[in-house]
């Protein structure tokens, strides 16, 4: 019997995506909830002691870390439902979007939370890099045609890029500005809407309210000035 256990944080965006992951496998799992600074558990300190970060997965005592390789980690250990694409290019694109919005839609919307002088050009950049994922989903889902980033079927770059769903009001918020989804990015804001229906997202995602609660405690916490 396989024993499964994740170490997360509810609000993160890379921690969402593993419970969605096993969620979508139908695999059991244990979740432990980790306080983060300062206060992480021996067991994180120990299973990640390279980052030190959230999510671990941790496999019949085998570590893996990093969300990205932990979903694809568990796309290849268990066969039920595969969410990589099997066509190597389609693979490609997958996990060259999904970098993309761990390098540059990531770093956009960080620098709206948690700087004091690049807000302005955060939006900026997060206006444009959802451009990008609008034409990307374009692209990968027959022009609008099909649902989802994985095309017909919920995959790995739905899971990659559906927890930041609960983060544009934070964004909205704390930039003071709005995003366009009716008007500029049509196809992201049906996708947004049919992968909240899904079980396993409505299951993992907190309310963007909550989420905007706790990172505004946060912010005022280590924010300094
Ligand atoms: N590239 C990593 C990023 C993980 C990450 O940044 N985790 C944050 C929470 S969102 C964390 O554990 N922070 C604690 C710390 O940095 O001390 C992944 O995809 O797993």
Redesign the pocket.
Known sequence: MDKVKVLS?WV????MRVPITLEEKGVKYEYQEED??PNKSDLLLQMNSVY????VLIHNGQPIC???IILQYIDEAWDYKQLLPINPYDRALARFWADFI?KKFFDSGFRIVWSKDKVEEGKRDMLENLQFLEGALKEMSAGGSLPFFGGKDFGFLDIAFIPFACWFHIYETIGNFKIPFDSEYPLLDAWVKRCLERDSVKKVLPSPDRALEHILQLRERYMVG
């Open positions: 944080k993160s965006m890379f921690g983060l600074a030190k970060k959230i999510p990093e969300s990205l761990d």
